[in-house]
């Protein structure tokens, strides 16, 4: 999990992810657009398998070719 300052910083931190990567499949050849996801949380408490597991289905049930990956972000002060 990446610290962060709060959900606004994680989602700025996910939409520039997310460009990034638009911005990198061209350049490596991959005909794919950009996304990411993002998963808030405290490390300790919310780091778990089952709420992995529960964030791919969820991604899983929007019905797009991708790949995937796991962005954490926590708040630095909780």
Do not use: N, Q, Y
């Amino acid at each position: 999990m990446w610290p962060c300052d709060g959900e606004a910083a994680a989602i700025d931190d996910g939409l520039r992810l997310a460009r990034a990567m638009t911005l990198k499949a061209p350049a490596a050849g991959v005909d794919l657009g950009g996304g990411a996801s993002i998963m808030i949380g405290h490390p300790d408490r919310d780091k778990t398998e089952d709420a992995v597991r529960a964030h791919g289905r969820f991604i899983a049930t929007l019905g797009v070719a991708s790949f995937r990956s796991t962005m954490w972000a926590v708040r630095k002060r909780i």
